[in-house]
């Protein structure tokens, strides 16, 4: 807009965006909203437009679902289950993780920068610990 229409105050040029986008709007119920808000530059169309699809659709989603509460003996099995695996899951992530950490990784292709020696990378090079140590 601004190289198309550089002789145009920027009052223009916002308002002539907003006209365009809002024509190019391919949804008719949106496009006919947006225009009917009659804004005045690009970002309030742009958010109205978005605020707008995102009302519609949630709004078509919801009346078509109905919550039910149900309890029995299976689903709380399951859930006990679920729980259950869950919780391991999670246990073996954790140590997984901190074995990770405590052990340093022994990759025969890679070499360390700092001492050329093949097998580990330069964060684990024991030859800087040493060497920070003394």
């Known amino acids: 807009m601004s190289l198309a229409y550089a ?12 006209q365009y986008f809002v024509d ?13 808000m009659d804004a005045k530059d690009l970002k309030s169309s742009l958010a ?8 519609r659709s949630v709004s078509k989603t ?10 029995d003996h299976m689903s ?6 679920f729980e259950f695996f869950f919780n391991r899951l999670e246990e073996l992530l954790n140590s997984s993780v901190a074995g990770k950490k405590n052990t340093p990784r022994r ?16 964060r684990e090079c024991q030859a800087i610990a040493s060497n920070q140590e003394n």
């Open 7 to 18: 002789e145009c105050p920027l009052d223009v040029r916002e308002s002539l965006a907003a």
């Open 48 to 55: 109205y437009s978005m605020k707008y699809e995102a009302a």
């Open 107 to 122: 990759n025969s292709n890679v070499a360390c920068w700092k001492c050329n020696k093949e097998g580990h990378v330069q």
């Open 62 to 71: 919801s009346r078509h679902v109905r919550s039910i509460e149900t309890e």
């Open 24 to 36: 190019a709007i391919r949804d008719e119920d949106t496009q006919h909203s947006t225009r009917l």
């Open 76 to 81: 709380r099995v399951r859930d006990d289950k």
